[in-house]
Each structure stands twice: as structure tokens, then as C-alpha cells.
């Protein structure tokens, strides 16, 4: 038996948003908070808010754009948001459906293959629109695909390399000879818009990958998987159902001033302890994981890796291969995407994948919030 991603595909977003547009709106709404709190800003009761530049942000993470579903509500400084309608359940497909779809049929064309020709999908991602029915029986219906299964399973930002695992234990324990992995990315949404150290992060994308259990290989074959999670709240994004619950019980005398159930519980990140506990992590399971295979690190031609930062993509690159790596082993796509959460390293590794030579070695490795670290060593066919 040999597990090989045989096809991959991508959805890019309708808009784009650059630093200098991002910068514009979110300048024009400190210059409005800090006008309407003048008087307190003056007493010392409420701190003034400090404007952002398209060169801070790309200084401090590579990032020059991101793409997203919906430009208009995020660049008004008096909304900040993507502005979706909602679309009916059942009659309408969902907006996480429609991007997974799109990208699943890239996948699926690049592999040769028909949705019928599918035993499983996951979709693996950070966030989800709703928490049933699961959008990857949605992505399954609207696809075409009779009998088989589906379902949804959140890893934050490491959801890819889960899923490409999760997908290869199926294919292993007989579950299935081929199984879709789609990551959709929507964090347009979950992003809060205002907090100047994080309003840059993210951009929308969707990914799909195909997973096939093959006589003849083709495509990368996947070798071994590692997985790593420890429990932490540096990275976190609390919104979800029982908002409506903790929101009601707060209106008491105990919470008096709990005016916003929404904005506290948005994404919230302490990037510097982030980049100091992650980035040696990461490096740390990818190499334990090469050594576990018996793999040396100089083997390793190319490493699709999450697009958080461009800093910590150059930390990882020189702990795990040397001072000294050519920076082609670690390619980047965050200059136009930003970080697209779970989908990043899918991203990457669709765009790159063609790079590498018959027998070389890559890894594809995720991380993030939990925090959450995967490796999956994979060999060009």
C-alpha cells in the first residue's frame, strides 16, 4: 500500500486588500475614536489609540496583502467587518461550502478524478460557520458524491497536516482508498479589525488535497505523520455558541458594564511569546520526526510550512536545516495571502509542489493555537 496526495487545488478570493488600503481605514478609525474620547484621552482616563503603516506590518510579518470574501465592510472604518448576507440552509450553499467546493474540484480535476470517485472528505479547518449539519456533508452533496462520508474537525491553524493524517489513517485502517482534505478559511470574520497589533493577520482562502491509496505511485507519496498538541491561551478565538448564555448571565450586578459579548472573544494572540515558544517547537517535532525515520535533516529539499510570519519561516528554516539554508527550501506565499490559518501550508505546497525533483524529500508542517504542531513527511514520486 502506498498513500500518495495525488491532486491538489485552490480557491482564491474575489478581493484583495493591501497593507496601504488596510492601513487607510484602520488610521481614519483611531483618528475617529480618538477625537470622539478627546476629553478623557486628556484627563488620562482612556489611552489614545496609536496609528498603524504598510511598512510596520510588513517589517513585523512579511504580509503586503490578503485576500478576501468581502472588501467593502472591512476598509469602512465605521463597521470593520465583512459585511455576508446569509443564505438559507438547504436552499442556498453555505459561503464555507461554495469556497470548499470550488477548491475540492480543482483538487479533483488536477488528480483525475470524479466525486464519485471519493470514499471520505474532511474538512479540516480553524473556524466554522455553523456547528450542524457539517459543511463537509454540504461540500459532499454539492460535489455529487453518493454514499461515502464526511465531516468537519477543527485543529486551529495546524487542521491541514490533522487532516492529511487523519485522511492516511483512514486509507491505512481500510476505511477508505481515497479521502479529500479541504481546509476553508473565512478568518475575515473571526479577525477583529481594530486591535492594531493583529488587524493584518489573516486573509480568506480555501485548499483541497486528494489522498489516494495507489499500486502504482504518483504525485508525493506520505510517508509518516507526527503530531504535537499542549495546552495554551497565548493564541485564542472564544466566540461560539454559549456567547448567548455567558452574554445573559453577565447582565447582572456582578457585570455591570459588559456592553460587547462579540469583540473581547475575537482573536487574541500574545505574538511574542508565540514566536518564542512555537518557532523551537516546531523546529524541535521536525527534526525528532526526520530522525524518527531515519531521515537526515540534509535530505529535506523543501518544507511547505503555515504562513504565520515571515520571521518565524526564517527561524524555523535556519534551526532545522542550518545558518547558512538557502531560503528556497522554505518557500512563501505570505506577501500576497497573509496568514490563511489551517490552509496555509496547503497553499504553499500547491503552489511549489511541482519545484521538486523524483525521490526528493519534503515536509509539509503546520502550527498554531492549542497550541497544535503537524508534520507529515512526504517524498516526490
Known amino acids: 500500500m502506498t498513500t500518495c496526495i495525488t491532486g491538489t487545488g485552490l480557491y482564491i478570493p474575489p478581493y484583495s486588500i493591501s497593507n496601504e488600503e488596510l492601513v487607510n481605514t484602520f488610521n481614519q478609525y483611531v483618528d475617529n475614536y480618538n477625537a470622539k474620547h478627546a476629553d478623557e484621552i486628556a484627563a488620562e482616563t482612556v489611552t489614545a489609540l496609536q496609528h498603524s503603516s504598510a511598512e510596520f506590518i510588513e517589517k513585523v510579518s512579511g504580509i503586503k496583502s490578503r485576500y478576501v470574501m468581502e472588501k467593502e465592510g472591512i476598509l469602512n472604518p465605521e463597521i470593520m467587518a465583512p459585511v455576508i448576507a446569509y443564505r438559507n440552509l438547504g436552499e442556498e450553499l453555505s459561503v464555507m461550502a461554495e469556497m470548499g467546493a470550488a477548491a475540492l474540484k480543482d483538487a479533483l480535476a488536477d488528480a483525475g478524478l470524479e466525486a464519485n470517485d471519493l470514499d471520505g472528505i474532511i474538512l479540516a479547518c ?139 472573544k475575537l482573536f487574541l494572540q500574545n505574538g511574542r511569546k508565540v514566536f518564542r515558544e512555537v518557532c523551537p517547537k516546531v523546529s524541535e517535532i521536525i527534526t525528532e520526526h526526520l530522525k524518527e525515520n531515519n531521515l537526515p535533516t540534509s535530505d529535506v529539499k523543501m518544507m511547505w510550512l503555515h504562513q504565520a510570519n515571515a520571521n518565524m519561516l526564517d527561524l524555523i528554516l535556519r534551526t ?17 495571502f497573509a496568514n490563511t490559518s489551517s490552509a496555509s501550508p496547503m497553499v504553499v505546497f500547491h503552489r511549489y509542489k511541482d519545484e521538486l525533483a523524483s525521490g526528493d524529500l519534503g515536509v509539509i508542517c503546520s502550527f498554531g493555537a492549542g497550541y497544535s504542531i503537524g508534520s507529515v513527511l512526504v517524498r516526490k514520486v
Open 320 to 336: 532545522v536545516m542550518g545558518k547558512e539554508a538557502d531560503k528556497s527550501i522554505v518557500p512563501s506565499v505570505i506577501a500576497e
Open 126 to 264: 480553524s473556524s466554522f460557520q455553523r456547528t450542524y449539519p457539517a459543511v463537509a456533508i454540504e461540500i459532499q452533496n454539492e460535489i455529487g458524491m453518493v454514499g461515502g462520508f464526511a465531516y468537519d474537525m477543527n485543529v486551529a491553524c495546524s487542521a491541514a497536516t490533522f487532516g492529511l493524517s487523519q485522511a492516511h489513517g483512514s486509507i491505512v485502517s481500510g476505511l477508505a482508498k481515497r479521502v479529500a482534505v479541504v481546509n476553508v478559511e473565512i478568518t475575515s470574520a473571526h479577525l477583529n479589525w481594530r486591535n492594531r497589533d493583529s488587524h493584518f493577520i489573516f486573509g480568506d482562502v480555501a485548499t483541497a488535497s486528494i489522498v489516494e491509496d495507489l499500486d502504482t505511485p504518483k504525485g508525493y507519496e506520505i510517508l509518516n505523520a507526527k503530531l504535537f498538541t499542549e495546552f495554551s491561551t497565548n493564541i485564542t478565538n472564544e466566540y461560539g455558541f454559549m456567547d448567548r448564555s455567558e452574554y445573559l448571565a453577565a447582565q447582572t450586578e456582578m457585570y455591570p458594564d459588559i456592553k460587547d459579548p462579540v469583540t473581547p
